[in-house]
């Protein structure tokens, strides 16, 4: 029996199949599969070769260059500065308008440090003694501001103090102001210049409005009526990625500002234009962390008539911002055309190949349609049939009388 099985298995390779078109009056199937069509020729019109322009080759290797350059001025009174004017060589690091750039808007001013030795400041846990010996001389403080010299200094009739160091000092301040120095950062402006280039295209475009008019971008502001005005107030950009500018001037945090440039090639150039979109990067539900907002230190450095160096310190908290710019180019092609209808072709065969599982195997007539379907020819017989026919064919022609030259019709008829 195991033979027979295999034999069977054997001989079935050979076995050839070819397509039976059979008609079948089942309105159910017929519906199912001009369902099943309709949402394939949907699916490919209206999401492959519209939503997704499935007929153009893209480029997505955009180059990007971004300058920018800030306006805006700024008067501050405080005790540690006195009365001072800020403009943009002040408050914007770095100066060279990156695509990154930095908005000072407070700060804490440890004016006239000198390198000498002084009592580190009292908030540092590892700058705080009890005796000499908690002072190892040559000893970095953790997270302070010098080496330790060995002494520890105390206050009179105070049990602790906190250690000597040599540092620049008076060491820096440890408050700040609760308002912002600068908060009338808020009305300045930026311009953001944006040059793109799509190489496979050969296509560039800048997000600045073409015109002769030299007055425009000293009085143009950017709006969704003026797309090609690239000037920016500070307190716009921050408002419109959901936040408040005083209360991040304060703290400080960091600004996200998206170029985006999507452009369908097939249209006309002054169709590719930039859409801006601003996001904050920063952790700001974080806010009332110890760790919230954006600060870093820097110094200013001079030196007195006798030559001794001193400095000013300024530990800067503001907003950074920082520009991106990304986007895809597109245009007709015909090689991924044929290849999206290729595709679709595809589908609309493998709807088909789903109406007959339906039609075969889960509906209530599916042997008779089976049967109607698939019909199993044998060729060996076929061919035996066909050989005794041909081999009957010719003993009847060998065994057939003939006419002879010298016999009479007549004569064979008597015979």
């Known amino acids: 029996m195991g033979q027979v099985s295999w034999k069977g298995l054997f001989l079935s390779l050979f076995d050839y199949k070819t397509e ?7 309105k159910k199937v017929g519906i199912l599969y001009r369902v099943v069509q309709l949402s394939i020729l949907a699916y ?3 999401w492959v070769f519209v939503v997704k322009k499935g007929y153009q080759d893209t480029d997505t290797s955009l180059q990007s260059s971004v300058i920018t350059k800030l306006k805006g001025v700024a008067f501050t009174n405080t005790s540690e500065l006195g009365e001072r004017l800020w403009d943009v060589a002040d408050y914007v690091i770095p100066p060279q308008g990156e695509n990154v750039f930095f908005v000072m808007t407070n700060l804490i001013v440890t004016p006239n440090q000198r390198q000498t ?19 190892p001389a040559g000893q970095a403080v953790v997270a302070g501001n010098g080496v330790k010299t060995g002494r520890c200094l105390k206050d009179r009739d105070s049990i602790r103090g906190s250690c000597e160091v040599l540092a620049w000092c008076p060491v820096e301040k440890r408050s700040k102001p609760k308002k912002p120095l600068l908060a009338s950062a808020e009305n300045f402006t930026v311009f953001i210049k944006n040059s793109i280039r799509f190489p496979k295209f050969k296509f560039s475009k800048m997000n600045v409005l073409a015109t002769n008019n030299e007055s425009y971008l000293k009085t143009c502001r950017y709006s969704t009526e003026h797309p090609y005005c690239p000037i920016f107030l500070l307190g716009n950009i921050v408002r419109w990625a959901g936040n408040d500018f005083q209360e991040m001037a304060s703290e400080g945090g960091v600004i996200g500002i998206q170029i985006e440039w999507n452009c369908d090639l097939d249209k006309a150039p002054s169709e590719c ?4 979109s601003f996001s904050r990067l920063d952790n700001k539900f974080a806010e009332k962390s110890v760790s919230s907002g954006y600060n870093f230190r820097f110094a200013k450095y001079y030196r007195d008539a006798e030559g001794i160096e001193y400095r000013t310190l ?13 986007g895809k180019a597109g245009k007709f092609n015909i090689i991924p055309t044929v290849i999206n209808i290729g595709s679709g072709l595809a589908l609309m065969g493998a709807g088909a190949f789903f109406c007959d599982l339906v039609l075969l195997y ?18 060996l017989a076929f061919f035996v049939i066909f050989a005794c026919f041909l081999r009957s064919s010719s003993r009847k022609s060998l065994t057939s009388p003939t006419l002879n030259g010298n016999q009479s019709p007549d004569q064979l008829g008597g015979l």
Not at 117 to 135: G, Q
Not at 273 to 276: R, S
Request: charged share 30%.
């Open 44 to 46: 490919l019109v209206g």
């Open 362 to 379: 889960l509906i209530k007539k599916s042997n008779f349609y089976r049967g109607k379907k698939y019909e199993e020819v044998n060729l």
């Open 117 to 135: 030795t002084c009592p580190e400041s009292v908030n540092i846990p590892d700058a705080l003694c009890y005796e000499d010996e908690d002072c």
């Open 314 to 326: 300024f530990k800067a908290y503001g907003i950074r911002f920082d520009v991106m710019v990304n």
């Open 20 to 26: 039976k078109y059979v008609i079948a009056k089942n």
């Open 273 to 276: 234009n930039p859409h801006y």
